[in-house]
């Protein structure tokens, strides 16, 4: 099929690579002009793993190509996927400027019957808003249909997750419309779950506030394991044993960050109070997640007083591994307040820097390497669980640190490797380990 993806982001790239991957004609527009010029040129302007071979092999064999042109996109494709940004504001709600500019600029170049299928993640309601602009704006001769189509696809793992994902979701109340988007996803072999626009819309929502409170759920248990003398590994290993309670998502840490979670569930909590429900759960979840945020703060002055003129090895800026994306991770809010504390920051990142210096700019110094990171630092705070930072040879931080004090916020290490070395190591929901000799 001839299809158009609008917007060169996360979720756009990997879509149009991999639509191409599934044997369709893909055109992917965005406004970034030096953006476009860099993936016509067969870089991606993100690290995401397998997403760039993805992009050239397309790109040479024709079934992939990158525009600026809005006559090119949109004229004639049968398919046009919208992934544009939906940014919060500064009242937690979402930002649907560029939803609209898009869907007017779609209703004014459309010649043919189109499916317009909405990725990104949009306020239920909002599908409904882009049916009324479109229909409102073309010819009466011009069939267009609207259908929400929500992402599951992590960062990091998005490419194997379009292909290996849990589900697919089709918010359409017409079957026609529904028929051809279960065509694109049949080859997936990925269970199909064919509702109506809201509740497809209220999925994704609903999906990440769940994952965002089982979060915060073990990060409060981890609080009190610290307490009473309980390890949260060994507890979350229990508790997830029970099938209906399920593994995943039970890592107790420094909280959730990226470019999803802590705006989804603003926006829910908004969204709710917009039809007079107060989600008073929903709010305790995002109020847990930032105070865990500031836990190794909390942790370092109370192990060593002020960090006036400390040095610190921060280690990890991107919110999670694997991905270049800095978006509300507690790394950089860490970074911001050591700053305020009067510390000296030299912070480590395997892919992350130049995104983390647009936010922090020459206020910290950049480490290329953990060794330097680490060079004669008093204290280190893990804020990111690289597996470079996992598998580091753990007789470093006593090797280049005089002193270690180490702060993981993300339990990177066994406590019974740790106490092999001369370091005094806090974590979260485990017992503290004190330097031994
Ligand atoms: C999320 C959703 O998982 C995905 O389905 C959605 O479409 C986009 O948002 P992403 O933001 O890429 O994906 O990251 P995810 O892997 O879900 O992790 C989010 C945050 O939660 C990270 O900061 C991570 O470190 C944290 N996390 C995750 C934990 O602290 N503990 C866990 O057990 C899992």
Redo the contacts with the bound molecule.
């Keep these: 099929m001839k299809i158009t993806v609008a917007g060169a982001g996360y979720v756009g790239l990997v879509t149009c690579a991999c639509l191409a991957e599934l044997g369709h004609y893909v055109t992917c527009i965005d406004i970034q002009k030096e953006k476009i010029e860099m993936l016509q040129n067969g870089r991606s302007p993100i690290y995401e793993p397998g997403l760039e071979p993805l992009l050239q092999k397309h790109l040479q064999n024709g079934t992939l190509q990158f525009t600026t042109d809005s006559h090119q996109a949109y004229s004639n494709p049968e398919i046009i996927y919208i992934a544009v940004g939906t940014p919060e504001k500064e009242d937690g709600t979402v930002d649907l400027k560029y939803i609209h500019v898009i869907t007017h600029t779609i209703a004014h170049y459309i010649k043919n019957d189109v499916l317009i299928c909405t990725k990104s993640t949009v306020p239920v309601g909002t599908n409904d808003l882009i049916k009324e602009i479109i229909y409102s704006r073309i010819p009466s001769n011009i069939k267009a249909e609207v259908v929400a189509t929500p992402?599951?696809?992590?960062?990091?793992s998005a490419v194997f997750d379009f292909f290996h994902g849990d589900r697919i979701v089709i918010g359409t109340d017409n079957p026609e419309a529904a028929s051809i988007m279960e065509q694109i996803y049949l080859p997936l072999k990925i269970p199909i779950i064919t509702t109506d626009i809201r509740s497809a819309e209220m999925i994704k929502y609903a999906?990440?506030a769940f994952?965002a409170t089982?979060?915060s759920f073990?990060n409060e248990i981890a609080n009190i394991c610290e307490k009473v003398g309980a390890n949260i590994e060994e507890v979350a290993y229990g508790i997830g044993q029970d099938k209906r309670i399920g593994p995943?998502?039970?890592?107790a840490?420094i909280?959730?960050?990226?470019?999803?979670?802590p705006k989804d569930t603003k926006a829910l909590v908004q969204l709710a109070g917009d039809v007079e429900h107060s989600f008073e759960l929903l709010e305790s979840v995002i109020k847990v997640n930032n105070h865990q945020q500031s836990l190794p703060i909390l942790k370092a002055k109370q192990k060593i007083g002020s960090l006036h003129n400390k040095k610190v090895a921060l280690l990890g800026l991107s919110?999670?591994p694997d991905?270049d994306d800095v978006r509300e991770s507690?790394s950089i809010k860490i970074a911001k307040e050591l700053i305020q504390e009067g510390a000296i920051v030299r912070a480590y990142d395997p892919i992350a820097i130049p995104n983390a210096k647009k936010v922090l700019g020459d206020t910290i110094e950049y480490a290329y390497d953990i060794r330097f990171a680490l060079h004669e630092a008093e204290l280190a705070i893990i804020a990111t669980d690289w597996e470079h930072i996992k598998h580091v040879p753990l007789d470093i931080f006593h090797t280049f640190m005089e002193d270690p004090i180490i702060i993981d916020g993300r339990n990177c290490y066994p406590l019974r490797e740790i106490q092999k070395y001369p370091v005094t190591y806090m974590s979260i929901g485990r017992a503290n380990v004190h330097k031994s000799g």
Excluded at 151 to 156: D, N, S, Y
């Design positions: 992402e599951f696809l992590r960062e990091g999906s990440n994952l089982k979060i073990i995943n998502f039970l890592k840490g909280g959730f960050g990226g470019s999803c979670f919110f999670k991905t507690a």
